[in-house]
């Protein structure tokens, strides 16, 4: 695609996608296209056709890798669906009809917690923020319908508008459940009802942002004197078989009021919710009609036109049980060792501009630099995939005389079990959390690692056919952003080890924050999509961004053939994105990332070399005014 010169001092992103705006088409069953998007379908297609000649000749591939297939051959089987209708969700909800007390619901409350059914408490398995080698019980609260609890806001037309697609779609599935309008219409009733007494008291997508705030730890007896309607103490001894000394609670606000929301005046509500919850959940593994029904509330959110066709919607449902099975096929076939090896070394070289930047920061003092470059010393590298697959994978199997859904909740179940099984054992760093066979990366706080899977180890990020300047544009950017990430308003927090320990001169913090806040600053109320950017909930994203940009630029400036202007075109390059406006404004109230035009953009606009590479000067809309410019690292 050619690139607008002339428009370059106006507006970067435009001048180097404008030609592919105009020409790129979202696929119907997507909210978006674009660089990230693009590479996520070249990649299914590829593994799809690879996973569809492999499933008639499994016997060949390794014991994880054969019960993939079969779980695949089980998703693809539509006309099995057919035949057993909903059959095998009438019996996941016999128990909760019949269920008429809470003393019912605390019987069977671990066992489907286990199953992966909803909860009015979630539990999870986490490194100990204060004590990062050892796991920790983590309590959250629940998930709202809506996707932030912003949208609850009195007057939201938005708000209005998706309970009432919410409740079409739950009554077509719960009509074809067999419930009268009558029953179905009061299910949907009470679930609304129970949803709405949650919304005061759970986090919004911003407070979660702050990571510190979800370190509130408690002991057994005070956890457990949240409830005198439910045994709190019984379902955790059920899950980890023991008192833990200490749970971390994420959202206090919510445990406080737990009591008052189950209360017995709530528990016909507190059905409903679990009911259309569990049907919610569970029904796209049902006929093809109720998979497509299932979906509508989320296209809606999406702005996405259709549903995905049979074999993408398998192929994803295999794959998020069997992820990084599937990571490890294709990051061994298409990645490789040599690639793998080759990618490492950037990564360190990275790591070394960052020592070399943070030695010679000019606002820390030395005692935080030392500290800094100690943790950077320490930080755990992933790159491609792992070098061992989880042990989990190998206790999954798949029992093709059953159903779709049965395979689906014994398999949760087993991996559910796994991960409770690790409370209060040694934290695992070597241990992935993607798959590498997605297109991200990812920094660890608690772990203090950063990964990067295969898939984003391509192009536009990271090419051999591209000059090193492209890749530092590219894939050298998105390296040293997750190094940035250590060092975000999130990531300072924690400790070479990944303990939540606060290692800065009281003087370095309180000038970290005022730049922090300058960066909150150059975003918040950024006018998109309709709407306006939250500059609180992006701010540590944008952090990163600056710092990774800032870093690729020097790493590409060191090499013999550097050409600046081709690093920031690839980094306009790989922003590059297409998407419905329903999901614009989705992603600007729950992401944590800015914008994809305005990551391109904005962070450009803060380092000198854009303005004397592209001839910026003041009027043209590119610039920024010097004092005006964000630099952290």
């Not at 299914?44 to 014991?63: I, N, P």
């Not at 319908?145 to 077509?172: C, H, R, S, V």
């Not at 999509?529 to 992006?538: D, F, M, W």
Request: charged share 25%.
């Amino acid at each position: 695609m050619a690139i607008n010169e002339a428009l370059i001092k106006d507006d970067l992103y435009e001048a180097v996608n404008g030609d592919w705006i105009k020409t790129a088409t979202i696929p119907d069953d997507k909210p978006a296209t674009g660089g990230f998007n693009d590479l996520v379908d070249e990649i299914d297609q590829q593994l799809m056709g690879d996973f569809d000649t492999l499933k008639e000749h499994a016997e060949t591939e390794s014991a994880p890798m054969q019960e993939f297939l079969k779980y695949y051959r089980l998703a693809l089987d539509f006309d099995r669906r057919e035949r057993e209708q909903t059959t095998p969700l009438k019996q996941v909800l016999a128990p909760l009809t019949a269920m008429i007390s809470y003393a019912d619901f605390q019987k069977n409350w671990a066992d489907w917690l286990i199953s992966g059914m909803p909860s009015p408490l979630g539990f999870d398995i986490d490194a100990d923020m204060k004590n990062a080698q050892i796991n920790a019980l983590f309590i959250a609260a629940p998930k709202l319908i809506l996707p932030d609890k912003t949208y609850y806001a009195e007057g939201n037309p938005q708000a209005d508008q998706l309970l009432k697609l919410f409740a079409a779609m739950m009554k077509k599935l719960l009509l074809a459940l067999d419930y009268d309008e009558i029953a179905a219409q009061r299910l949907i009733d009470q679930a609304l009802a129970f949803d709405r007494l949650l919304v005061p008291h759970v986090k919004s997508a911003e407070e979660s942002a702050d990571y510190s705030k979800m370190y509130n730890p408690q002991t057994f007896a005070e956890f457990t004197a949240h409830s005198q309607q439910l045994d709190l103490g019984a379902v955790v001894e059920s899950l980890v078989g023991a008192q833990p000394e200490k749970l971390i609670i994420m959202e206090p606000k919510f445990l406080d009021a737990f009591d008052d929301i189950m209360s017995d005046e709530h528990f016909d509500d507190f059905k409903g919710w679990m009911i259309v919850k569990t049907v919610y959940g569970l029904s796209s593994y049902l006929t093809d009609e109720l998979r497509i029904v299932s979906g509508e509330y989320s296209r809606a959110l999406s702005g996405s036109k259709a549903a995905k066709k049979r074999p993408k919607f398998a192929y994803y449902l295999a794959m998020g049980m069997f992820g990084q099975v599937v990571g490890d096929y294709y990051g061994r076939k298409y990645f490789g060792e040599t690639a793998k090896a080759d990618v490492h070394h950037m990564v360190e070289k990275m790591i070394s501009v960052y020592q070399h930047r943070l030695a010679n920061n000019t606002w820390l003092s030395q005692a935080t630099r030392d500290k800094a470059i100690l943790k950077l010393n320490k930080l755990g590298i992933q790159v491609g995939y792992p070098d061992d697959l989880d042990p989990l994978y190998r206790k999954l199997h798949v029992d093709p005389t059953q159903s779709l859904l049965v395979n689906a909740i014994s398999m949760t179940r087993v991996a559910t079990e796994d991960m409770f099984s690790k409370w209060n054992q040694p934290v695992d760093r070597n241990r992935w959390e993607m798959s590498a066979a997605t297109v991200n990366a990812y920094y660890h706080p608690f772990k203090n690692i950063i990964v990067f899977p295969a898939a984003i180890l391509q192009a536009p990020f990271y090419s051999l056919k591209q000059s090193s300047s492209q890749n530092y544009g590219g894939i050298g950017a998105v390296i040293a952003h997750e190094i940035s990430h250590a060092f975000d308003n999130n990531g300072a927090l924690f400790d070479e080890y990944g303990n939540l320990n606060n290692w800065w001169t009281d003087e370095d913090s309180q000038q970290f924050k005022q730049l922090a806040a300058k960066m909150i600053g150059e975003f918040d109320g950024l006018e998109f999509a309709g709407q306006k950017v939250n500059g609180k909930l992006t701010v540590s994203e944008n952090i990163a961004d600056g710092g990774g940009l800032s870093c690729a630029l020097e790493a590409a400036k060191s090499e013999e053939d550097v050409d600046i202007r081709a690093f920031f075109v690839n980094w306009a390059t790989i922003w590059r994105m297409k998407a419905t406006t329903q999901y614009m404004q989705l992603l600007l109230s729950i992401d944590v990332h800015a914008p994809a035009k305005l990551r391109a953009n904005v962070q450009v606009q803060n380092l000198a070399d854009f303005y004397t590479t592209f001839g910026i000067q003041s009027g043209d809309a590119m610039y920024l005014a010097p004092e005006d410019r964000v630099n952290i690292w």
